[in-house]
């Protein structure tokens, strides 16, 4: 047995999967999908296969002839699921599952009417990185496997189900309608999503689509508009954009991330809907996933900064072409020193700061941090400043190439680099960026005249015209190097010469609360539980309840708030908030 992914099941001396066609019913009053699909293997196979699953109940397995085939639902091991062995008798090209999900499934999560914008409609959807495709489907959960797949997904006539693949068109009969998808080119199986809710859809290009609730949906095409621009400048640099369509889904308020780059249908926060385009930044992320990640892909999550450090990088790169070098260079500098908080958060468990971890029985969600992102951006930006930017870009040309729908580890980056940049690992000392814990001392320091006219401020409250002229992105960065805690009156002044309570803007928004929580200045606890109520994404949630927590005059307010709201938030979400109020309460009985 050969378990090449510590997260999965999937042996490499079995078959393994080409594609999948699912049939699937959603039923709202049990919670539950059920499904059946069909496995269809790169070549036919015959012994022992093994699937990875998460509370699924299993209820029949046949071959392509239709024979019964025997299986084992193992007991499962902790996050990693429940083993589903099956044994292929004969030559088999493909098999096919019944199955029906849980309630509980760690990839969906089910809205009341009252949980979404309308309040009319139930609303689903799916979110299933880094490993949550199992409780979905059961399947060789592995990115390192790459499929194709059909679906057929029947729900009730009154809603719209929509998925990250494309629309091969709809059936009504009468109480249900089911809508066909398929995926031409393979994808990781953490790419797999859809959605189902009361949506509608506006233009807005011949290759974009941006689909949201009703009462949201103009202001996300409005938030959005400038997408087409970004896929051209982000073409220039990288190449063709090979999925055909870039579609938008802005999700309700429980979405824990700020967006999920699944292929042909990102899913992105509502949060992003500041009205004034200035969170777009987001957008040119996930956007940039669609050549580092989805394009080409970490083979496990012991490798995850190859998709994300790359595509921190990529992200820069299109915001230095659309908006100049400046603003890129604040979005380094504030990736710095959030990079540098990740670092400390990460204080007792050090190996976690490392670009290649080893997760042997470690949950991914668990050790999820910016780490990845911020700490494999500035390796690559090393690298770029030794060998020069004409010459990394070309070879990442090359790279996204090579490597074109494939799943690779940080030894074939490494072996890559080396054949197309010799001696570039070596002299950045990449030992000390892949393997060292931490950030090394060489890391350059991103600088911009915006950045130094920050820094002069010495955390000193901006006058007021000053803000006025203010980015979004400056504001965050100038609230990042306020000392803590800040003196009442620099917190009195915030709040009542900018209005930083009061700001639609999220990044800013929380910036500043945590703060003035920080300072001590309760002013703001009013605000903050307002956020926590209102919003699921977990870039906010963790530093309101951390700081709200670990303040003794507010820590029973944040169990309260979380007592409240738990339902609305995603269970990615639920977990992380627990832990928070978990390690701050142990901090307080010591």
Avoid at 38 to 45: D, N, R, S
Wanted: net charge negative.
């Amino acid at each position: 047995m050969a378990r090449r992914d510590p997260h999965s099941y999937a042996d490499d001396a079995q078959v393994e999967t080409a594609s999948f066609a699912l049939t699937a019913s959603v039923d709202f009053a049990t919670r539950t999908i059920t499904g059946e699909v069909t496995l269809t293997f790169k070549a036919p196979g015959r012994g022992p296969l093994d699937l990875d699953t998460r509370d699924l109940t299993i209820e029949r397995v046949v071959d392509a002839t239709g024979r019964v085939l025997p299986f084992v639902l193992h007991p499962p091991e902790a996050y990693v699921g429940a083993r589903l062995a099956i044994e292929l008798t004969d030559a088999t090209p493909s098999i096919t599952i019944r199955y029906h999900t849980s309630p509980e499934a760690s990839a969906l999560q089910w809205l009341t009417p009252a949980q979404t914008r309308g309040g009319v409609q139930p609303y689903l959807f799916s979110q299933c990185q880094a490993i949550h495709t199992r409780s979905l489907v059961p399947v060789q959960d592995t990115p390192r496997l790459r499929v194709r797949y059909t679906a057929a997904l029947t729900v009730p006539s009154e809603l719209v189900a929509v998925m990250a693949a494309a629309d091969r068109g709809k059936t009504v009969d009468g109480a249900r309608t089911t809508y066909r998808f398929e995926m031409p080119q393979a994808i990781p199986p953490y790419l797999f999503a859809f959605a189902v809710g009361d949506l509608a859809s506006r233009e807005l290009s011949a290759r974009c689509r941006v689909w949201a609730e009703p009462a949201v949906v103009d202001a996300a095409a409005y938030e959005f508009a400038d997408v087409e621009a970004m896929i051209t400048a982000a073409e220039a640099l990288f190449g063709p954009y090979d999925w055909e369509r870039f579609d938008i889904l802005t999700m309700p308020p429980s979405f824990p991330y700020g967006g999920m780059e699944n292929p042909r249908l990102t899913f992105l926060t509502p949060t992003l809907l500041a009205g004034d385009r200035s969170l777009v930044s987001v957008v040119a992320h996930e956007l940039a996933h669609s050549w580092t990640g989805n394009l080409v892909t970490n083979a496990n999550a012991e490798h995850f900064w190859l998709n994300e450090g790359f595509t921190m990088y990529a992200e820069r790169r299109i915001t230095e072409a659309l908006d100049g070098a400046d603003l890129a260079s604040l979005s380094a500098a504030l990736g710095r020193r959030e990079l540098d908080e990740s670092i400390a958060r990460f204080a007792d468990r050090p190996a976690m700061t490392k670009l290649r971890t080893h997760l042997e029985g470690i949950d991914p969600d668990e050790c999820y941090s910016l780490i990845p992102y911020e700490k494999g951006y500035f390796f690559l930006c090393a690298i770029e400043a030794h060998v020069g930017r004409p010459a990394f870009s070309a070879w990442l040309r090359t790279y996204l190439d090579t490597f074109r729908f494939g799943a690779i580890t940080t030894e074939d980056f490494e072996a890559h680099l080396e054949a197309g940049l010799p001696g570039a690992l070596a002299a950045v000392d990449a030992r000390q960026w892949i393997d060292g814990e931490g950030i090394p001392a060489s890391a350059a320091a991103p600088r911009s005249s915006k950045l130094d006219a920050i820094e002069a401020l010495a955390g000193g409250v901006p006058a007021r015209d000053v803000g006025e002229a203010w980015s979004a992105t400056e504001w965050s960065l100038y609230l990042e190097t306020v000392p803590r805690p800040a003196a009442e009156a620099t917190c009195r002044a915030l709040a009542d010469d900018h209005g930083l309570t009061a700001s639609h803007n999220y990044d800013v928004l929380v910036g500043w609360l945590t703060l003035a929580l920080q300072s001590g200045y309760l002013a703001v606890v009013p605000r903050a539980l307002q956020v926590v109520a209102d919003v699921g994404r977990m870039k906010y949630l963790r530093p309101l309840y951390t700081a709200l927590a670990a303040d003794p005059r507010t820590r029973d307010q944040a169990i309260a708030a979380y007592a409240q709201h738990r339902d609305a938030y995603h269970p990615i979400a639920r977990s992380m908030v627990e832990s928070v109020l978990a390690k701050n309460a142990s901090s307080a009985s010591q």
